[in-house]
């Protein structure tokens, strides 16, 4: 013989599955190979550069400007890789950069 679910367990249960289903149902969120990614990125890259206690390596520059020109021009998923990698090496200047 089972014994019943104490009810507010069985609340816990409808609560957690009728969350699941609102995400599942809620369009998902795309965040990369977008003008807009492109943009933000860029945008969190000039910031960290004005913050920067010292000056960035060129190569920071470089890539920034050839990032923002890359997603312009159409070219987003280059651009963004530009970008994220100027922003790697702005957040980690310490590591032995590849």
């Known amino acids: 013989m089972t014994t019943p679910l ?21 369009p998902p969120q795309v965040t990369t190979d977008s003008p807009a990614y492109c943009l933000q ?11 920067a206690t010292a000056p960035p390596p060129r190569e920071v520059a470089e890539l920034a400007a050839e990032g923002r020109r890359i997603c312009d021009s159409g070219l987003i998923r280059g651009g963004v890789m530009r970008l994220r990698r100027a922003l790697t090496i702005l957040m980690h200047p310490d590591e032995e950069q590849r």
């Open 6 to 26: 104490p009810l507010s367990l069985l609340g816990c249960v409808f609560v957690l599955t009728a969350a699941n289903a609102r995400a599942e149902d809620a």
């Open 41 to 51: 990125l860029h945008e969190r890259v000039e910031s960290l550069r004005r913050a």
